[in-house]
């Protein structure tokens, strides 16, 4: 199959095709730029926390987007590259490992979106977040529950947030072989837990994670998040 070819939609996923009945109403308003964001990688164990943001058109649609979870990898792929050649404006922006340990989550998901914001080239009118959490705060924000099933622009961003940090995360693999990261992409699984216990985190380990505390350490530096240190350690880091 050639590279942007899409497949044929599974029917399982024929109905659930998400529209732009958000996007619509806010264009009716008079903003030109409406942008969708959806995240991927909290839940991980190692890698950075990506989000993608897209900005679609007005006047094209794109079949076959969907919620990323609900596609195969080779079915993000796929679509992935029909995005970034169909959206008006699309970006990524990550928090990496140790920004992740520093910032706590929540400071991570705001230097993300951040840096996704900056990347687009072009300044938001308004931006559709998924969720019930504004990490943006702008002031601009409309939090969709389920937006990446429901909202077009949020949809594509959930595929272009997930296909890039896959791609890190199997880029990643070679340097780490210990821990399988081309098939679990950082989260949690059983190959990935035997590895930690046996040989300590990798140099793209969220060290300062709960989940870190009994784990060997051959040497490595656990961080400890700014947010959580005592007021005598601020700057320093804990082995």
Sequence with gaps: ???????????????????????????????????????????????????????????????????????????????????VG???AWSVGHAWPEECDELGMSGAQRLAARRAIAGLGVVPDQVLLDGNWDFVGSGNVTKIVKGDATCLSIAAASIVAKVTRDRLMR???????????????????????????????SAIHRRSWVFMEHLPWAGAVRSVPLHQRPDDSQGTLFA
């Design 1 to 83: 199959m050639a590279p942007g070819t899409a497949t044929t939609l599974r029917p399982s996923l024929k109905r659930k095709a998400p529209g732009t009945r958000r996007e619509r109403e806010l264009w009716e308003l008079g903003h030109q730029v409406v942008v969708g964001i959806d995240e991927v990688g909290r839940g991980a164990w190692a890698g950075p926390l990506t989000l993608g943001a897209v900005v679609i058109p007005k006047d094209k649609r794109l079949t076959k987007v969907r919620d990323s979870k609900m596609l195969t990898e080779r079915e993000r792929e796929v679509m992935y590259e029909r995005i």
């Design 86 to 88: 169909w959206a008006d």
């Design 171 to 201: 880029e990643c693999a070679d340097a780490h072989p210990w821990f399988s990261f081309e098939t679990n992409k950082g989260y949690p699984c059983p190959r990935h837990k035997t590895a930690l216990a046996g040989v300590g985190p």
